[in-house]
Structures are given as C-alpha cells and as structure tokens.
C-alpha cells in the first residue's frame, strides 16, 4: 500500500517553474527523513533534495539554487519548489521517506518508502 501521494509534476518550457507536492498518508512520516528522487529514462536514480526531522536540507549540486525542498508538519506534506527549470530536470519525481539520516543518498535507497512518482517534462 502506497502511503506517500506526489503529485503537481507536468510540462513547462525551460526556465519556467514546478512545485512538487508529497502527501504523507500515515502520521509515522513525522519524524522520517524525508527526500526527492528522480530517475531520467536509461539513467541512474538521483537525489536531488533531502530534509531532516528538524529541517535541515541538503541539495544535489545539479539543482543547488534552482530547487526548494520543504515540509509542513501540520499537514504531514512535503514539497519541492523548482525554478529555472532545464531540459536536464526532465525525469519522474518520487518523493520517499525513511527512519535514518540522509535519506537522499542513494545508500538509503532500499530502506526508504516509495511513492508513485510525478513526471517532469522540460522543453527547451
């Protein structure tokens, strides 16, 4: 069963911007790590944004500056604002959350619980 919903991907031209939204269906997310991976056709899986229980972030280089991620505990959300998007950001989006620090390095893939995924589609 699926308890991590994203959603608000779509097709926009390069530079335009995209908030991602994630919402956590349990209330156990509260104190996971919470994070936004992207996998491109034929390419590897990336965390592109991580957050901690108490906040701080952590960010892929590729997207350092141009993306935004947050949480709102209150409505058990987490979000991923994205600006000056490239054709390069191109890619479904999945957010995941897991009990462990750093979850958006890619050794804590399989310890992570999956949503369904938001595709991205950048033109240029």
């Known amino acids: 069963q699926v308890h991590l919903l994203a959603s608000g991907g779509g097709s926009v031209q390069a530079g335009e911007s995209l908030t991602l939204s994630c919402d956590a269906l349990?209330?156990?997310?509260?104190?996971?790590?919470m994070t936004w991976i992207r996998q491109a056709p034929g390419k590897e899986r990336e965390g592109v944004a991580g957050?901690?229980?108490?906040?701080?972030?952590k960010y892929a280089l590729s997207v350092q500056g141009r993306f935004t991620i947050s949480r709102d505990h209150a409505k058990n959300a987490l979000y991923l604002q994205m600006s000056s998007l490239k054709p390069e950001d191109t890619a479904m989006y999945y957010c995941a959350a897991g009990p462990l620090a750093n979850c958006i390095e890619k050794e804590k893939y399989d310890w992570l619980d999956w949503g369904q995924g938001t595709q991205v589609t950048v033109s240029s």
């Open positions: 349990t209330l156990k997310y509260e104190s996971y790590c």
């Open positions: 957050i901690e229980v108490d906040g701080r972030t």
